[in-house]
């Protein structure tokens, strides 16, 4: 037996292989949402999605967090019909379940767990994990994370006590600390919301709530942004902006955007004017007017279009997002290249 062989057989883990053979990281499959550019925030690719692991969405209230989150459970149930969303509730703003009804989730495969504090999170968490086998389709969503109190600062309240509370960021540490390799190696995604504070200084940028923990252990962080989106003097909707503040597969500091409007909810084909403009694939003939091109020929491929007729065009896109040539533009400019580390001497 060689030495190699020998250290496999001597092992006291589980799951122990050798690298190109790991069932950790061989078996997983991405959960791809119906909007390509969601797919690139979590990937760095149109066709990609949401992995197993620590993803967390962050933001100031109002600014879509859930609504996020639910649209990649959305997209799980849909590719594991007989999955379960296990849903611990700190916020109770999903309206009683109306938001999972927008986004076409079956209740009776959402098991809800309301939570009062972190602890108390912490150890249910630990718990079910222990009981989930390799193998079961579970989806974890916490909302939110950043409106648990400690059960030190809750504790304290009872008492009439005013003294800071210095637990809570080392509860969250350990929280993630001890779920986090349990999420990769059963292949289970967890979707945390978390809020923001702004930093104190000159030009203050948003940190994420709930000290360093989260950092540490996400493979994904979000920061959600807001913009009015107005129809003359009329509130329209929103268009928000996805920061990329850590991921595995995406450039850091990528802002990707996402257009929702009040009467059409998400618009599936958002982002993906701007990024054909900049490929070449859309050209503008003329002002408030748009066509698309071969890029080979310079023909144009349609007749001028409108900013609105062009984003809404399922057939337009359906056809770019099967042209190589744009795939790899997108992948080029958001995805994080694997060149090698070391340059030959």
Known sequence: ??????????????????????????DVESIPTNVPMINVALSGKVDGGLLPGLTMIAGPSKHFKTCFALLMASAFLKKYPDGVILFYDSEFGSGGGTYFDTFGINKEQVIHCPILDVEQLKFDIVKQLEEINRGDKVF??????GNLASKKEVEDAKEQKSVADMSRAKA???????????LTMKHLPCVAVNHTY??????????VGGGTGSYYSANDIWIIGRQKDKDGKELSGYNFIIKIEKSRSVQEESKIPVSVSFDGGINRWTGLLDIALESGHVVKPKVGWYAVVDTETGEFKTNN???ADIESNNDIWNDLLSNTNFIEFIEQ?????????????
Not at 140 to 145: G, N, V, W, Y
Not at 198 to 207: R, T
Not at 333 to 345: G, T, V
Request: charged share 30%.
């Open 333 to 345: 400019k958001y995805r994080i290249a694997n060149e090698p580390m070391l340059q030959d001497e």
């Open 1 to 26: 037996m060689d030495l190699k062989s020998r250290l496999i057989k001597n092992t006291t883990l589980d799951l122990v292989a050798t690298l190109d053979e790991s069932t950790i990281f061989a």
């Open 305 to 307: 279009m409108r900013e």
């Open 172 to 182: 969250i540490k350990s929280l993630f600390r001890i779920i986090t390799p349990k």
């Open 140 to 145: 974890i969503l916490i909302d939110s994370i």
């Open 198 to 207: 702004k930093e104190i200084g000159l030009y203050p940028k948003d940190i």
